[in-house]
C-alpha cells in the first residue's frame, strides 16, 4: 500500500496559495445538497462545523457531552501561537513554521506546518471578530507573551482560559448556525462506527446515551475531531470523557493510525497524590515563564525535604539545582516540553524528587515575586495559583508549586493527506485526532492554533475538492452496509453486557494506565515494550471475560459507555506499543532509552526513521501492517535538536 | 402582541413594573412621614388638621393619591404574577438549602414580608384613610374654619396600645421589606455602577431604618402621651 | 474519613425518585469530591448495583460539566465547581446530602444528571456575533480599552455549569444570560447585534420556564467563575434600552 499524502507541488510558501486555486469547486447553490457529519465540537469539530454550514453544507454536529461548549479543548490553558509579529520582535510565517517542525523533532511535513503558520493569523482575526476577549495592552491592542520552545512572543491569551475561550467563540458560531438551521445538533450522542460504502466513507453509527437508541446517519463526508487518546494512560490531563473510541473504529474501517507512539508529556501538571486520583491537572506551561525549576542539589537533601525534616524555603540558593537554567542557559526554563519534562523525570530517578512519592520537582516563583512584586505575578498567574491551592491546599505565593510531568497530548492521530482525508475516501481527520502537524512534540500553544486552523481556514477549502468530486444529492441510510454495522454494533453492546464478569472497568483501565506509563511513557525500551505488549495481550483477554458492565442499553448507562473506550484503549495501547518498538530511535516525545547523546538527549536516526509510521488493521488478533509515508524535507536542514 | 404588551409580560418588564412602582411607593413613604411628623408638633394637632385638609382638597394630590393607589395595586398584582411564575420554574425544592449562605433572608422574603406589610395596608386605610373620607368625623375650628379633626381620630387610636404595637411590629416588617427592596428596585432598573452602588446600598440600608423607625415613633409617641 | 451519603436516586426522567443511603469509609482528605463518588461507584460495581450517575468531564473547574446540589448548596460548600471540591472540606463522620439541580428548565435524566440544554438555546437564540468564517478585519483594527476588554473577559468566564440556576430560590438564568449579554455589549464587536440579541436572549430565557430575578445575590454568591451580577444590571439595561429602541417591532 502507498500513501498519497497530495502534497501539492511548488515552493513551500506557494503551495497552499496554488491548492486553493487548484481544488475543486462546490458551486454554491450545489452545497445545500451535500450532507456533512462532524464528530466532536472542540475546537475543530465547531470550528469546522460552523464554517461548513456557513458555506451552505447541511451539517450535523455530534458530541458525548451534554453541550458542544464541554469539549475538552476548554481546558487549554496558556495561549494560542500566531504569526503575527505584533511586538516587531521578529516573527514571521517562516519561524512559527520553523519553531513547529523543530520543536516537533523533524517528524512532521513540511507543507503541513508552513500551512498552519501560513493561517494562524487570520485565526486570531477571527477569533476577535466573534468576540473573544484575548489580553489586551493599555494602548488597546493584543497583549502577547512568550512560550516554550519559541524565544518571540507570538502567544496570544485570554487569562488563563483561552482554550476556554476560543472554544465559546467557535460554540457562538456553530450556535448561530443551529438557529439557522445549518447545523443539527447532536448533544450527549457517541459515535459508534464508521460506515463505508464502497470504501467510501458514507456515514456513522451513533449511540444515544440517554436512550441508548442506536441510530445511522448518512452524509457525502464524515469529519472526525475527536481530540487525542491520552486517557490510554488512566491518568492525564485529558477529560473523563476524552475517548479514542471514534478514531479507533475509523481505524478499523481502514484509516490508518499514524504514529500512535507520539505521546506528549507535559512538564508542569499538579503531582499524584494517591490511587484514588481520576485525573491529573494541568498548570499552564505559561508558569515557566517566571517560575523557576529546581530540585534540592544533593539526595541527602531531597530526603529531608521528603520526611519534612526542612521546607523548601530554608534550602539555600547554593544548595539549590536550577537543572534546566544549568543544562539549557540559552533556553532556561522555557526548553520544549518533552525536554523539560523528561530532566523532571531524571532528577526524580536520582532520587532528587521533593514530595513524598518522590515524583515532583520545584517550581518557584520567590525570584519572580521579589522582582515584579506579588500584583504582577498575581494578575498574570493568580487563577493559575488559585488552582493549585484548591487542589493541593498549599499557597504558591509563600511555597514553590510542586510539579511532576503527565500525559497531555498526543501528536499521533489517524493518518491524513494534505487535505485532511484519511486514507479512506470522505474520510476526514481535524485537530488532535489527526497526526499532521507536530511531529512528535508540540510546541505550547499549538494545539489551539492547529483545531482552529483545520476548521476554519483548511477543511471549508479541501472539502470541496473531494464532494465536487462526487454525486449530490439525498442519501438515505438503507444501504445494507447501514444495517451491518447498526447489528455489530448492537452485538457488541450485548457483548460487553453479557460478560457479567467480576472486575470492574476501572480496574483494567487502571492496569492497562500503569503498564502503559510504565513502559510506554516518558522512556521506553524495547525489553520494557515487549513486556507491556505481552501485558496487554494477557489484559485484553482478561478483559472479554471477566469484565462487569452493569445496567442495560436502553438507559443512560454510564458503565456502558466506559465500557467502549476501555476496550478500544486497550487495543490502540497495544499498537503504541508495536510503534514505539518499531521506532528504533529517539525523538520528541519519544525517547527509547538505547538511543540517546552522551548528554543523555534524544538521538534522532534520520536516516532510517524520516518517515510517518503509518498503521494499517488487518483483522482480529492480526499484528497491524506499517505502511511508510516518508518525510522529505526540503527547506529546513534537519540538526540535532539544540536548546543550550 | 404588541412590542409593550410583549415586553411587560417578560420577566424583565414584570420586575421594571417592580421596580418602578416600588421606588413611587418609596417616594411616596418620605412624603406621607413628612406629613404625619407633624403630628408630634405641640399644638395639639393644628398643623396637622391643616396638612391634611390642604391634602384632601389639593386636586393634584387627589390625582397622585389616586396614582398611589394604582401603584400599589400594580406592585401586588405583579408581584403575585412573579411569585407564582418563581414557583412553577422550581417544581420540586430541595431536601437542604443553605441558602442563608448566599442571600439575604429579605431578599428570600420578598412576597411574605410584601403580604404583612399589605395586611397592615388594609387595616391602616380602614383605620384612617376610609374613616376620614367617608366616616364620621369630630370637627375643630381654627380661626373661624371647621376642619376634620383627623388629629382626634389618629390620637384616639394611638392611645390602643395593641393598635400601638401592630404598627410598630407593621414598621419593622417595612423596613426588612425596604432593606433589600431599595436597592434592588436600582439593580433591576439597571442602575449599577461600580461608583454609585456603594452608595446606593448605603442610602438603602439608611431608608430602611430611618424611615419605618420614624414612622413607628409616631404612635410611640402619641400613646405615652396620652397616658 | 467515614461518610454517609444520601443521595438522590432516579432512574430515568418520569421515574418519581428518592434519597438512599450509603456509607462509605477510607475516604482521604486528598480526595476530590468526585473522585469520593468514584470510589463509592467502584464499591457499587463491584456488588453489581448500578453506580450513581453524575456529570462531570474535565475534572479542573472549567468545562462546566460538573453539578451536583451538596449539603444545600450548589458545588457544595466551596465557591468552586464540584470537581475542584475536595474532602479537607468536610469531616469525618459527616452526613453528606447530595441532589441534583433543581429547574424546571432543568429536568432530571438519570440519578443526578440533569438536562441543561436550555442554555445552548439561549445562546443559540443570540448569545453570538454574527460573522462568518473570513473576511474580519485585522485583529489589531480596532482596539479595545483593556479594562473594557477585562470586563467583557470577567463576564465570559462564564463555564455555563448552572450552579445561578440551582442556587436562586426562583430557578433564574439572568445571571447566565446576562453575562453573555453583557460580554457582547461591551465589546466593539458585538455593538452591531446589540439591541437584537439582548430582546431575542431575554425571550428565549423566559420560554425555556426559567424564573424571574428577586436581586437575592445567590447566584453570584455560588458562582465558580465570580460572575458579577453587575451583569444583571447591565444587561436590565441592554434590554430596556432595545425594547424602546430597537426596530423590533
Known sequence: MILDSKIPEGPLAEKWTKHKFNVKLVNPANKRKYDVIVVGTGLAGASAAASLAELGYNVKAFCFQDSPRRAHSIAAQGGINAAKNYQNDGDSVYRLFYDTIKGGDYRARESNVYRLAEVSVKIIDQCVAQGVPFAREYGGLLANRSFGGAQVSRTFYARGQTGQQLLLGAYSALSRQVANGKVKLYPRTEMMDVVTIDGKAKGIITRNLITGAIESHAAHAVLLCTGGYGNVFFLSTNAMGSNVTAAWRAHKKGALMANPCFTQIHPTCIPVSGDHQSKLTLMSESLRNDGRVWVPATVATAEKLRKGQ?????????????????????????????????????????????????????????????????????????????????????????????IYPAVHYTMGGLWVDYNLMT????????????????????????????????????????????????????????????????????????????????????????????????????????EGLKKAKAMIKELKSEFWSSVNVLGDNEELNQSLEKAHRVADFIELGELMVDDALNRNESCGGHFREEYQTPEGEALRDDENFAYVAAWKYLGEGQEEELVKEPLIFENVKLTQRSYK | MSWVSKTLSSTLGKKLLMALTGLFLILFLVIHLIGNLQLLFPDNGESFNLYADSMANNPLIRIVSIGNFAFILLHVLYSIMLSRHNNISRPIDYAVNKASTNSSWSSRNMGILGTIILIFLLVHLKGFYYEIKFGEMPTVDYAGVTYKNVFAIVAAAYSNVLYVAFYVVAMGFLGFHLSHGFASAFQTLGLNHVKYSPLIQKVGFGFSIIVPALFALIPIVMYIQSL | MNLTLKIWR??????????????????????????????????????????????????????????????????????????????????????????????????????????????????????????????VPDANEIPIPKTIADMAMDAAQCIGCGACVAACKNASAMLFTSAKVSQLALLPQGQVERKTRAEKMVAQMDAEGFGACTNTGACEAECPKGISITNIARMNREYFSAVVSSQNV
Not at chain 1, 356 to 365: H, N, P, S
Not at chain 1, 442 to 462: C, E, H, K, N, W
Not at chain 1, 472 to 480: E, L, N, R, V, Y
Not at chain 3, 57 to 68: K, N, Y
Open chain 1, 310 to 402: 526542612i521546607k523548601a524555603n530554608d534550602i539555600k540558593e547554593e544548595d539549590r539545582d536550577y537543572f534546566l537554567e544549568r543544562k539549557y542557559p540559552s533556553f532556561g526554563n522555557l526548553v520544549p516540553r518533552d525536554v523539560a519534562s523528561r530532566n523532571a523525570k531524571y532528577v526524580c530517578d536520582e532520587g532528587r524528587g521533593v514530595n513524598e512519592t518522590g515524583e515532583a520537582v520545584f517550581l518557584d516563583f520567590r525570584d519572580a515575586i521579589k522582582r515584579d512584586g506579588k500584583d504582577i505575578i498575581s494578575a498574570k498567574y493568580g487563577n493559575l495559583f488559585d488552582m493549585y491551592q484548591q487542589i493541593t491546599g498549599e499557597n504558591p505565593y509563600e511555597m514553590p508549586m510542586m
Open chain 1, 423 to 526: 486514507n479512506v475516501p470522505g474520510l476526514y481527520a481535524l485537530g488532535e485526532a489527526n497526526f499532521s502537524d507536530h511531529g512528535a512534540n508540540r510546541l505550547g500553544a499549538s494545539a489551539l492554533m492547529q483545531g482552529l486552523a483545520d476548521g476554519y481556514f483548511v477543511i471549508p477549502y479541501t472539502i470541496g475538492d473531494y464532494l465536487a468530486q462526487n454525486p449530490a444529492g439525498k442519501i438515505g441510510t438503507d444501504h445494507p452496509e447501514f444495517q451491518k454495522a447498526e447489528k455489530e454494533v448492537k452485538e457488541r453492546i450485548q457483548k460487553l453486557l453479557g460478560i457479567k464478569g467480576e472486575k470492574t472497568i476501572d480496574h483494567f483501565h487502571k492496569r492497562l494506565g500503569k503498564i502503559m506509563w510504565d513502559y510506554c511513557g516518558m522512556a521506553r525500551t524495547e
Open chain 3, 10 to 135: 432516579q432512574k430515568n426522567n418520569s421515574d418519581k425518585g428518592g434519597f438512599k443511603d450509603y456509607k462509605l469509609g477510607g475516604v482521604s482528605k486528598d480526595m476530590s469530591f468526585l473522585e469520593m463518588l468514584d470510589v463509592l461507584n467502584e464499591e457499587l460495581a463491584a456488588k453489581g448495583e448500578d453506580p450513581v450517575h453524575f456529570d462531570h468531564d474535565c475534572r479542573e473547574g472549567i468545562c462546566g460539566m460538573c453539578s451536583l446540589y451538596i449539603n444545600g448548596k450548589p458545588h457544595g460548600p466551596q465557591q468552586t465547581t464540584t470537581c475542584q471540591l475536595h474532602m479537607r472540606s468536610f469531616n469525618d463522620g459527616e452526613t453528606i446530602t447530595i441532589e441534583p439541580w433543581r429547574a424546571k428548565a432543568f429536568p432530571v435524566l438519570k440519578d443526578l444528571v440533569t438536562d441543561r440544554s436550555a442554555f445552548d438555546r439561549i445562546i443559540q437564540a443570540g448569545g453570538y456575533v454574527s460573522v462568518n468564517t473570513g473576511g
